[in-house]
């Protein structure tokens, strides 16, 4: 597919790692504007859509949450691998934030012991069959693939995400280098 | 019914969520389970934390209904400091979560159930999405985003932003409603009253394509739970909780859902982070199955009489008369969205025009007076709750969250259970059951952000087992 000056069209992502989802409804806050994303740009995988496997060849990825799960830790790995670009999108990614409050509480196990087999009523069990395991702490984005950019923000506002959004398809979609200024984590004010 | 232990998964799966099927001796569906894959930990964490922290915290639960957990947590802090929220504050609160309700339920139908509604349940995957449709339908879509907008718009008033504002606080709101903000959201009532009401029309208008899934999904009887006033009328931010039974009769009215641990149990789950909650009543050992009850959209319209809204009125009037007074399938949850999308829009209208809106006193002050507090109100979802315990310092001890979606689990699971003995044919698995058994999952809107916490458009990957735990067969979305 080709847009009118024969450029293939974006491919963009978004992923949810451990987070609550409000950096992907600010996404969703960006209203009529998201007529215009999908214009320029393919959404290729997301809680919006339907595809089960982080696909190939991505251009953008934006990332919310912390990585808190093993899970979590596989698909960062794989939307690295993957992607162009990857963004920190949100505190939760950016800073671990509210995801990591959990780290001051100890060993997840004894956490797990808490939640599931002294407060519930019938004879507490912990859920250890089919769900993935958590790590010892919820960590940064950073602090586990390499990350490009970043968007603090709890949530990043629907215009800085449209600020960045532009910004970073238009060096895309030129085929430039992003400057540098945009990479490493001591950049955390992306836009307004 | 054979009682399978499951295996470890052979393969890792992707998303928040995960379905396995077992099967029995016959090689018929035995048992469906639906699992949580997501942790976070919000009740061990707010505890050693102050009090008046847990709005803006437990907002963080849940980026897609913050407004419903910044309101149960607010009205616990109001409980603990044992004050009355001024008269304007309180319909700050209502107008807030009304503006809540539009926003989620918009979203639920337009961004993530439409596609299958409208392209079908075998479109092709990779467009089958609010982008595929936005192709397909853009008029449509684009009065989806504004209908959701609009609701965002209305939260954004009284919380100072859409998401996770800090607007709600204990003892009030943080600011007085202006003139400018009452104008600014009646200017666009009108508007969000017609696609509201199209959309029920074009609902209306795809029912008899799906007169099987209405017929499987999650179409059995159970007990309904929500808050609802006295005389009968839907209720969404205050007073006692009724519970009604699969023919409508009411089991207990004006319940306080402060004592909601006499009623509702929890049960932990050895293959999902998300907990079983029970109505206690109905369970006698230590299986919370027969204690299945449902809360949200579904619930709430067969636990009212009425919505007291004469648009939303006359639809559901309408609605009745054609499928029952007690609707008991999970696919019409879809139906019951947009009667409450109706009602909430002339709810908004009404705050509008009551003067008390825009008085200037807007919270009340106070200390800790007492020990624990209960906070509920209706989240999109159904009935949330959060039961906080303080030291005398106002510092947390202990904390309780009971999560809508939580308390449709023992349903979902029966739902999937349904569909894909309905579905399921021999020991191999198509693409379309898949695609079934996870829009039945869908009708319930869950919020496994909120419970827990993932999207109601969850990757899935879905087994089937034998009467020995041995894998089957298994399909991954792709
Ligand atoms: S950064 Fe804030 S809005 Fe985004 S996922 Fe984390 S808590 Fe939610």
């Given at each position: 597919m080709t847009d009118a000056t024969d450029r293939p069209r974006l491919r963009v992502a978004t992923a949810w790692l451990g987070g609550c989802s409000g950096c992907h409804m600010s996404f969703l806050d960006l209203d009529e504007w998201l007529f215009d994303l999908h214009e320029r740009a393919d959404l290729v995988f997301g809680p919006l859509t339907d595809v089960k496997t982080f696909p190939d060849d991505v251009d953008l990825t934006l990332v919310e949450g912390a990585v808190t799960n093993e899970d979590n830790l596989e698909l960062a790995r794989a939307i690295r691998a993957n992607s162009r670009v990857v963004a920190s999108f949100g505190d939760c990614a950016v800073t671990g934030n509210v995801t990591a409050l959990r780290n001051g509480m100890g060993e997840p196990q004894a956490m797990l012991e808490r939640v599931y087999v002294e407060h519930p009523d019938l004879a507490g069990v912990l859920p250890t069959e089919v769900v993935p395991g958590l790590l010892p702490t919820a960590q940064p984005l950073h602090e586990t693939i390499t990350v490009d950019v970043y968007l603090p923000g709890c949530p990043p506002s629907a215009d800085r995400i449209r600020t960045a959004l532009i910004a970073l398809l238009d060096a895309l979609s030129n085929g430039h280098p992003l400057p540098d200024e945009w990479r490493g984590p001591e950049d955390l004010t992306f836009g307004n | 019914m054979h009682d399978i232990h499951l295996i470890d998964p052979v393969t890792r799966i992707e998303g928040h969520a995960k379905i396995t099927l077992h099967l029995d001796e016959g090689g018929s569906v035995a048992d469906a389970r639906f699992h949580v894959t997501e942790f976070r930990g919000f009740e061990d964490f707010c505890r050693g934390r102050p009090v008046s922290e847990m709005p803006g915290l437990t907002a963080?639960?849940?980026?897609?209904?913050?407004v419903s957990h910044l309101l149960a947590s607010a009205k616990a802090v109001d409980a603990i400091h044992a004050l009355t929220v001024p008269p304007a504050a309180r319909l700050q609160r209502q107008l807030a979560n009304l503006g809540q309700i539009v926003q989620s339920h918009v979203l639920s139908f337009f961004h993530l159930s439409a596609p299958d509604l409208l392209l079908g349940m075998d479109a092709d995957p990779a467009t089958r999405n609010v982008f595929g449709l936005m192709q397909a339908e853009p008029e449509l879509v684009r009065r989806g985003v504004r209908l959701r907008q609009f609701g965002q718009e209305v939260i954004a008033a009284v919380a100072g932003e859409r998401i996770h504002g800090k607007g709600i606080v204990p003892g009030g709101v943080a600011e007085p409603f202006t003139t400018a903000q009452r104008d600014g959201i009646r200017a666009r009532l009108d508007e969000a009253l017609t696609a509201a009401t199209d959309t029920w029309q074009l609902l209306e208008s795809i029912l008899d394509g799906f007169t099987r899934e209405i017929g499987v999904f999650g179409d059995f009887p159970s007990l309904y739970l929500a808050h609802c006033r006295p005389d009968g009328t839907w209720e969404h931010y205050e007073g006692g909780l009724r519970v009604v039974d699969a023919d409508g009769a009411i089991v207990v009215d004006q319940l306080d859902p402060a004592d909601y641990r006499q009623y509702l149990g929890e049960a932990a789950n050895p293959d999902s982070y998300l907990k079983s909650p029970y109505w206690k009543a109905l369970v006698p050992d230590d299986d919370p199955r027969p204690g299945m009850y449902r809360v949200g959209p579904l619930a709430r319209i067969n636990v009212a009489e009425r919505f007291g809204t004469p648009i939303a009125d006359g639809l559901l009037d309408e609605f009745r008369s054609r499928v029952g007074r007690v609707v008991s399938s999970a696919f019409h949850y879809h139906a019951a969205r947009i009667l409450e999308v109706i009602a909430s829009i002339e709810l908004i209208g009404r705050l509008l025009d009551d003067p008390v809106l825009l008085e200037s006193r807007v919270r009340a002050q106070g200390g800790v007076n007492a020990l624990r507090g209960v906070g509920a109100s209706e989240a999109p979802r159904g009935t949330l709750f959060h039961d906080y315990r303080v030291d005398g310092d106002g510092m947390v001890t202990d904390v309780n969250l009971i999560i809508a979606t939580g308390q449709n689990e023992l349903a979902m699971n029966r739902t999937i259970l349904e569909i894909a003995r309905e579905f399921v044919d021999g020991p191999s698995l198509s693409d379309g059951v898949l695609n079934r058994v996870e829009a039945g999952i869908r009708a319930y809107d869950p919020c496994l952000s909120c419970s827990t916490h993932a999207l109601g458009q969850m990757p899935m990957s879905l087994e089937l087992l034998d009467p020995q735990g041995r894998q089957v067969c298994e399909v991954h979305r792709h």
């Open positions: - | 963080r639960t849940c980026g897609i209904c913050p």
